[in-house]
Nanobody, 115 residues
């Protein structure tokens, strides 16, 4: 049985940083491209970034470019989303997803950026 769990969210002041984790059981994340998404209240889910398992390259959404970084720790079967220079508009529930058939999603972790 596959489980994906995001963690690391919380309340942070504007300009601060957070590192989100995406851990999996029953699934080897290094075999899949992994994407991070977010959904703010009343808004559609949007892509934050996607890391390829093939060549390690990462594509970021416009809102994440220059501020967010996706990395992996294969030994821990974990993918990270490092978020710096956070803004109030980054407030959302953040999800990770494995690309494949079927795709697996976690339950999300809340990030709130507020003073």
């Amino acid at each position: 049985q596959v489980h994906i769990v995001e963690s690391g969210g919380g309340l942070v002041q504007p300009g601060g940083s957070l590192r989100l984790s995406c851990e999996a059981s029953g699934l080897s994340l290094e075999e899949y491209a992994i994407g991070w998404f977010r959904q703010a209240p009343g808004k559609a889910r949007e892509g934050v970034g996607c890391n390829s398992n093939y060549d390690g390259s990462t594509t970021y959404g416009d809102s994440a470019k220059g501020r967010f970084t996706i990395s992996r720790d294969s030994a821990k079967n974990t993918v990270y989303l490092q978020m710096n220079s956070l803004k109030p508009e980054d407030t959302a529930v953040y999800y990770c997803r494995s690309w494949g058939s079927p795709a697996y999603w976690g339950q999300g972790t809340q990030v709130t950026v507020s003073s």
